[in-house]
């Protein structure tokens, strides 16, 4: 069988890491197979939870405590009180530029690269978030929490896909920041 046919063969069934064995000029190229595996280095890993832990902890104890805020109908006296809760979060200010900081990974850099444009995406719908809640326009507000759980689920999905744990301190650092002790949703 030719060498290309069994390359073919043994991409399709093994991992996308082991592509760099199959190259018929003789030549392992590490670089090439380390940038087709999906997950981040382990070091590079422990570099970003470590950026992530004090905006976790900032988190666990910045709770929104409004009082029956619903954020698909919100009382647009309340959205004073939800934007400087927004605003006072530093992960919407500084996560993003923190985490591209360390650098690209040894592995996984294009989930990782998919992650960080998640994040981006993320902070860019709570600023939205923030200018509706400051000039109290609860139908723009609404939309943008609309927009914001959905970026929040997609910021998830790309840090897991990238192979951070589920209870990293990235996943916790980017949380849906709408959540907390409001006595409604």
């Known amino acids: 069988m030719p060498i290309a046919r069994t ?7 093994l991992a996308p890491g082991l592509l760099g064995a199959c190259g018929d000029s003789g030549s392992s190229d590490e670089s090439s197979a380390a940038a087709d595996t999906v997950t981040v280095d382990k070091a590079f890993r422990a570099r970003a939870e ?8 900032y988190n666990r104890t910045h ?3 409004v009082a029956g805020f619903s954020r698909y109908a919100p009382d647009p006296s309340d959205l004073p009180d939800v934007a400087t809760h927004l605003q ?3 992960a919407y ?3 993003v530029a923190k985490l591209a900081a360390v650098g ?3 592995t996984g850099g294009a989930a990782w690269s998919a992650a960080l444009r ?3 995406d993320e902070v860019t719908v709570v600023h939205a978030e923030i200018a509706d809640a400051g000039h109290a326009d609860a139908d723009g507000f609404a939309k943008d929490a609309d927009r914001q759980a959905q970026s929040v689920t997609d910021v998830h999905a790309a840090l897991l896909h990238a192979g951070l744990s589920p209870t990293s301190a990235c996943l916790e ?7 907390g002790r409001t006595g409604g949703e």
């Open 7 to 13: 390359c073919s063969l043994a991409l399709a069934l």
């Open 50 to 57: 470590a950026v992530c832990g004090s905006y976790a902890r």
């Open 63 to 65: 709770l929104l405590e």
């Open 88 to 90: 006072h979060n530093p």
């Open 93 to 95: 200010d500084t996560l």
């Open 104 to 106: 690209d990974p040894e």
């Open 118 to 120: 998640a994040m981006k």
């Open 173 to 179: 650092a980017l949380r849906d920041p709408l959540l």
